[in-house]
């Protein structure tokens, strides 16, 4: 099945290092980044899932919970588990699925078969409190992703969702934004009083609203 952008997150139940989990149920009120790794035991993965770890307290300020999977089973997770602890310095603290037999992996198309048959690939997939795919990423087994961008998409998501606004390239939180084309100027005046710097009609940059 091809998952795009405002489709609703396929629900699963799976087992995790955190217990059987119903995904929509888990996830409750808030975000989620459901991230794929190739295998339990290789470097990259242990380099992301330590410094996932290492990031909760950003995602819990962003109301995100994140989960990884790995198509490898749950015994094999928490033997990982401790090697990720000693080599990150962080231990695991948000669940890693075990999807041996490849439910959730097939479910949101994570074995893309021309790279591997048997791996996932280096799937994101950010969801929001609604259930809705806000982003996908995919990334070759041999490239470890950054999750500071993760974290600075769900900045530019949340921030949008809340304000007639649009973050420029490499937008990052405190700088300046873009009104969107759909709000025309006499709407732009009530929406932001302090006023625009126009470089261009459909270009008007506006300071990052607050609040
Ligand atoms: C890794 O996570 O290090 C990895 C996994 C599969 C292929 C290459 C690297």
């Known amino acids: 099945m091809t998952l795009r952008l405002g489709d609703i997150a396929p629900d699963f139940e799976a087992d995790t290092t955190e217990g059987r989990i119903r995904f929509h149920e888990w996830l409750g009120n808030s975000w989620g980044v459901l991230f794929s790794h190739p295998r339990n035991y290789t470097p990259v993965c242990t380099t992301e899932l330590g410094y996932t770890a290492k990031l909760k307290p950003e995602f819990e300020k962003r109301n995100v ?5 790995s198509v490898d089973k749950l015994e094999d997770h928490h033997g990982w588990s401790k090697d990720i602890a000693e080599t990150q310095g962080t231990s695991l603290n948000f669940p890693l699925i075990a999807d041996a037999d490849k439910t959730v992996a097939n479910l949101y198309d994570m074995i893309h078969p021309n790279a591997s048959d048997t791996f996932t690939v280096r799937s994101v997939f950010i969801v929001d409190h609604n ?7 995919t990334y070759p087994a041999s490239t470890g992703r950054n999750f500071d961008e993760v974290l ?18 490499n937008w990052k939180q405190g700088d300046d934004v873009i009104i969107v084309p759909a709000v025309n100027n006499e709407d732009a005046k009530k929406l932001f009083p302090q006023g625009w710097k126009e470089l261009r009609p459909y270009l008007r940059v506006v300071p990052q609203p607050k609040g």
Do not use: C
């Open 65 to 69: 919970k994140a989960i990884g999977l």
């Open 152 to 169: 600075r998409v769900i900045d530019s998501l949340q921030l949008t969702d809340k304000y007639k606004v649009a973050t420029p390239v």
């Open 131 to 137: 259930k809705k795919i806000r982003l996908t990423l």
